[in-house]
């Protein structure tokens, strides 16, 4: 603030009184300027294509801070569709940036995770976590020892449709429920990639079922599966309310539309919801919202130990279909 003159009687001028007054006001009501957070891309596929550049380079308060990817020519091309610089190497880009989002295979986002939460930045990570529960555990021990935030893109539990499903549930007393995701991913198209193919819907569409039904009944402490890994898959819930809970799914269906969501019963009927046609450009906005909030302290419930509870979940399944052999 400017100092003011003196008047003859040795105090301050009106004139001066008020301006420092208004200058005050205008300090005060001023609001701080805050800098987008800087996100590092780690990946430059499909879905680091069509979701996580756009939905950080689009959002006011964050901006693309540079890409990574295993094929320097695709990390290029989507560097270049954001104005932004292509790294030559994963921990260059964690030099230029605050935080980092990950679409890249599950083992790969493990081992590349570690070493993001290694050099201090606030992860943002895509299910399932890891490609078994080992790898799982090991990322969630690396990011407790450096004391970053992390969040999971379960985005299902993103969109306005599944919360209002989950605080209805709230208010009820279930008797069980169900949930499927039934899609043709796997029959072709920009998802049906090596690592879905090898693992199956159980490790790709599973997550979004089990993590739901878990958010509406109550942990899952145990899990019966059976089918085929690659093909159709059913899975039986046991929460820690007693209840139990029925999964369906698989990649290896035309249907058009597919179908994905969840339905938690009672007494007097059916609570549900299409989780399928409630995932749009509003969810993802709200996964930046969210990941900025954690990325400046506000720790998220949808985090790494949650995608480690859902990774045993997971892991418990696939040891019984493959039993089952």
Known sequence: MAEGDVGEDGGMDDATETTETTDATDATDATPTVEPLRVGVVGAGPWATMVHAPMFANHPATTVAGVWARRPGAAEKLASRHGTAAFA?????????????????????TELAVLAAQAGKTVLLEKPIALDLDGATRLADAIDAAG??????????????????????????????????ISGAALGGPFATPWRAEQGPLF???????????????????VRAHGQQDG?????LEHDSGLVSG????????????????????????IEVD?????????????????????RGTAHPLDVHRGLHIQRVIAEALADLRSAR
């Open 89 to 109: 190497s994963v921990e260059e880009l964690f030099d230029a940036c605050d935080a980092v989002t990950f679409a890249v295979p599950p083992d790969v986002q």
């Open 148 to 181: 970053v935030g992390s969040q999971v893109v379960f985005s299902w539990r993103y969109t306005e449709a599944v919360r209002s499903f989950l605080a209805d549930v709230g208010l009820v007393d279930p008797i069980g429920g169900r949930g499927q995701f």
């Open 204 to 222: 790709d569409l599973g997550p979004h079922v089990i993590d739901t039904l878990d958010a509406a009944l109550g942990a899952v402490v145990g």
């Open 232 to 236: 159709w898959i059913g899975l039986l």
């Open 247 to 270: 999964v369906s799914m698989t990649a290896r269906c035309a249907l058009q539309p597919g179908r994905a969501g969840a339905e938690v019963y009672t007494e007097a009927g059916v």
């Open 275 to 295: 989780a399928g046609s409630a995932t749009g450009p509003d969810t993802f906005a709200t996964v930046v919202d969210e990941f900025v909030a954690t990325a």
